[in-house]
């Protein structure tokens, strides 16, 4: 346990130094001296760093002052942990996806100085509250997927003892609605709330086939005076048609090598792909994965690769450009992902399509791999690259249509008796 004392300079001014003992763990008595004004941030840590130490474990930030590597604030004090500092630690550790470091970037420019003594779950509300509904007024989807981003870097926090609790897991279920108090604030602002997510997962026949005409420059609808002009049209018209037989995502697409498409195995060879696995020492690592193709999928390619004289090295379609800098290609798939995006929505909108995006194809090709094979889902689990049960049911949406046809049956209830 931890002990405290006060000392008074000739100034007029004072300090207080807590000195931590246990042998066992920590071998030395750890001295640590704050000033007046950091005493609150600091009696929180003391009491982290002391329930840690009964448990027989150091933090290492106590380490850290033991060994003399402790940051140092201009005064030669070791400085206070931060919310920025756990989660550089976690990105330094962790295999993330682009969508979570761009909203951890975001999150730490806005409340990155918060001590870590002030983790807790009054911060997590006010930060929900204060920031995210009443300041950028996010859609609750939005809203849950920044939270996810930062609870899973707290997660790892506490894996690490950095930290005793994640204070993401006391929030309850529906802490991303509105209230009416939020949506008053939200007003006052002179802001709006966007609509919620309204997209419909899957595309019909009918709205498939305008899509198509749309990207043949072909369909005009109603208000509208010419058909829509798209740059590279034969390039969005072989992702488009890809992304419904192989149930790829939109980075996988547009970051496709011709080398990767293996006629002869009858699949796509996809590197670094979003989803993760861990080797013998528990890192994350990038996976790799296989994704068979059907007889139209080669066709089109072959077509595609023989119409523009690819070589195998060369990039399937022409958007992406490939970095050896790990941070350039970042940048460079955000450029690319937001340029698609943008061009996807207009094509969607003028097929009648307007709460679709591309990423609604995955859903799409991903249904249709229930309802036209007879593979089982782990088997479409590797297809789609989903590493959880729980992400992978997100995507199934089933017509009713088609289970109705599989049912097969007049009734299901039992003959009345006569």
């Known amino acids: 346990m931890s002990t405290r004392k006060i000392t008074k300079k000739k100034n007029g001014s004072w300090t207080v130094q807590f000195t931590f003992r246990n042998a066992k763990v920590l071998g030395k008595p750890v001295y640590w001296t704050v000033d007046p004004d950091e005493l609150d941030e600091a009696e929180k840590l003391v009491r982290m760093y002391d329930q840690l130490l009964v448990q027989g474990i150091a933090h290492k930030d106590l380490i850290a002052m033991r060994d003399g590597t402790a940051r140092r604030s201009g005064r030669g004090q070791a400085d206070l942990p931060r919310l920025r500092n756990l989660v550089d630690s976690y990105l330094q550790r962790v295999h993330v996806t682009d969508a979570d470091r761009q909203q951890l970037d975001e999150t730490i420019g806005e409340i990155g100085d918060s001590p870590v003594s002030s983790l807790d779950y009054s911060w997590a509300q006010a930060w929900i509250t204060d920031v995210l509904k009443r300041r950028r007024a996010l859609t609750e989807g939005t809203i849950r997927k920044y939270v996810g981003a930062l609870r899973r870097a707290l997660d790892d926090a506490v894996r690490h003892k950095d930290i005793v609790a994640n204070p993401f897991h006391s929030l309850p279920k529906n802490y991303a609605a509105y209230t009416d108090d939020d949506m008053a604030a939200v007003e006052a602002a002179g802001l709006s709330v966007k609509e919620g997510d309204k997209r419909l997962f899957r595309f019909s026949f009918d709205d498939i086939n305008r899509i198509r005409t749309v990207l043949a420059g072909g369909y005009v609808p109603e208000r ?15 992702m488009f048609e890809i992304g419904l037989e192989t149930a790829m995502r939109m980075n996988e697409l547009y970051r496709l090598r011709v080398g990767q498409c293996r006629f002869d195995q009858d699949t796509i060879f996809l590197k670094d792909t979003k989803n993760t696995s861990r080797n013998k020492r528990t890192r994350a690592t990038s996976r790799n994965r296989e994704v068979p193709m059907t007889d139209r999928a080669k066709q089109l390619l072959r077509d595609y690769i023989q119409r523009h004289d690819l070589p195998a090295q060369d990039m399937l379609l022409p958007w992406y450009a490939e970095y050896p800098d790990k941070k350039a290609r970042q940048v460079e798939r955000q450029r690319v992902t937001g340029m698609l995006s943008h061009r996807w929505k207009r094509v969607f909108m003028h097929a009648g399509c307007p709460h679709h995006t591309f990423h609604c194809v995955r859903h799409e090709a991903t249904s249709r791999l229930y309802e036209a094979t007879d593979l089982r889902e782990a088997e479409i689990m590797e297809i789609t690259g989903h590493s ?23 009734s299901l209830a039992p003959h009345a008796q006569g």
Do not use: F, N, W
């Open 224 to 238: 509208k005076q010419r058909p829509l002009e798209l740059e590279q049209p034969d390039a969005m018209r072989l």
């Open 388 to 410: 959880t049960k729980e992400a992978h049911d997100l995507y199934r949406h089933l017509r009713g249509s088609h289970l109705a046809k599989k049912i097969g049956v007049k």
